[in-house]
């Protein structure tokens, strides 16, 4: 992923035609090909998972094996904190294009249901590795990954689990798609190409994506004491709840959220590097995240998002884009904002990341946050 | 429908729903031992049946009877003769 985006590759493409929704004005979504890998999930665990569960499968196998663990280890006192969206949007649409024509439930399988429940992926992920610490699944929406990890990082430092797989999954689903578009935030762009475009001031709203992010965490001291090579750590972390609405991009609640964040890692504003922003292209909200940025570094911390590589993965993102500041942390090479790049003015007086900008050693902070009014904030260290 | 119809449909259903190889599908085959399925695949099981074969078990209780493959054809046989 990370070297698609080095490369300037973008994730996007023309939705099928007969994956429209009439009335519906969007073009372009970001799909994830159907992985080769999943007939070497065990059909005993692939008959509960949908999509979302194997993506996040896939993602936490590979985490497994970067962290030093096959998928037989035993691991104890570990557990799970995956955020979702939601179930499986596929199956519930399949269970209500039978349910409702038939009037009966007599052709629904049984593993229809363990699909559909919010919590299918964080307890299927669980499961499938033999974790039976703590499973957690924040339903969060956009800032669903990124509470993912942070209650993974606060359930770590409460001494309750020692290592936490954690992150966030989303399945595209066409009604979440709609459901922008309704409320006036999707990209109605037609080509993949430009249709996300954050911070940009020919942006016109998000273009949704799926795919799974997840991270293994390791309190540190256990992770010291096997000799693992440590990527980053985690040093705060905020999640508030902004008064304004369920969509009403608020500069106020952002810059508290990661003042709040940073104040839980007992760390200053000069101590941050690098804000990657949940900007997803939509007016008001990447207005509201600049203008916040602004509020508290100016032009002095460099800024991008990463929303014009991969779309927006809802409840992945925060996940996706944390792994993603790790990669940078490590190579010291910022990912600037994508696509030719036109920053609007009424996103702050802020430094927008440049092609090649390197990224000086220090804190990162990672935002995301969602509809319903959920902001929810990270902060990164490197590895000391 | 003839017993080979009967056969060729179950075995059919059990290869491409529970993924279980075709040389296991042996009228001796224990469900649960033998072929893997679980309790919840047996409720399922049910369910592709009814569809494979339109018909549609008032009393699936019945079924908790039945272990292998072989006593599954003789019943979903004596069911078609019922309704035939």
Known sequence: MVAGMEAGN?????????????????????????????RSIPRELRRTMSPMTIFAYLAAREALAQAGFSPESPLPRTGVSLGS??????????????????????????????????????????IAFGLSGRVINPVAACAAGLQGIGLAYETIAFGREDRML??????????TTATFDKIGAASHADTAEKSSLPFDRRRTGIV???????????????????????????????????????????????AACMEEALADAGADLQDVAYVNAHATATPAGDAAEGKAIEKLWGVRVPTSSLKGYLGHTLAASGALETSACIAMMRSGRLLPSRNDFQPDPSCGAIQHARPGQTLARGLVVKNSFALGGIYSSLVLAPAS | ????????????????????APEKLLPEAHIKNDLGL?????????????QAFNFKLQDRSAVANITTLGELYDFISKLQDLHA
């Not at chain 1, 996007?12 to 999943?38: F, M, N, W, Y």
């Not at chain 1, 007599?106 to 593993?111: E, L, N, P, V």
């Not at chain 1, 249901?113 to 669980?126: E, L, P, R, V």
């Not at chain 2, 259903?13 to 993924?19: I, V, Y």
């Open chain 1, 85 to 126: 969206t939601m179930g499986s949007g596929q199956e519930l649409e399949a269970l209500f294009s039978s349910f409702i024509p038939a009037g009966n439930l007599d052709s629904i399988r049984t593993m229809t249901f363990f699909k559909i429940m919010a919590h299918t992926a964080a307890s299927g992920i669980a």
């Open chain 2, 38 to 50: 679980d309790s919840l695949d047996i409720v399922d099981m049910i369910i592709v049946l009814e």
């Open chain 1, 166 to 175: 954690c992150g966030g999954t989303e399945e595209y689903s066409p009604l």
């Open chain 1, 10 to 38: 973008c994730a996007l493409s023309p939705i099928p035609d007969e994956q429209k929704i009439p009335g519906i004005d969007c073009h372009v979504a970001g799909r994830v090909p159907t992985p080769g890998e999943v």
């Open chain 2, 1 to 20: 429908m003839t017993y080979e119809t009967i056969v060729h449909t179950v075995n059919t259903a059990f290869a491409e729903e529970f993924e279980v």
């Open chain 1, 208 to 254: 949704c994506s799926e795919g799974a992010g997840i991270l293994f965490l390791e309190e540190r001291e256990q992770a010291l004491a096997r000799n693992s090579t440590i990527l980053a750590e985690i040093v705060g972390f905020s999640s508030l709840s902004s008064p304004a609405g369920v969509a009403s991009p608020d500069a106020e609640t952002c």
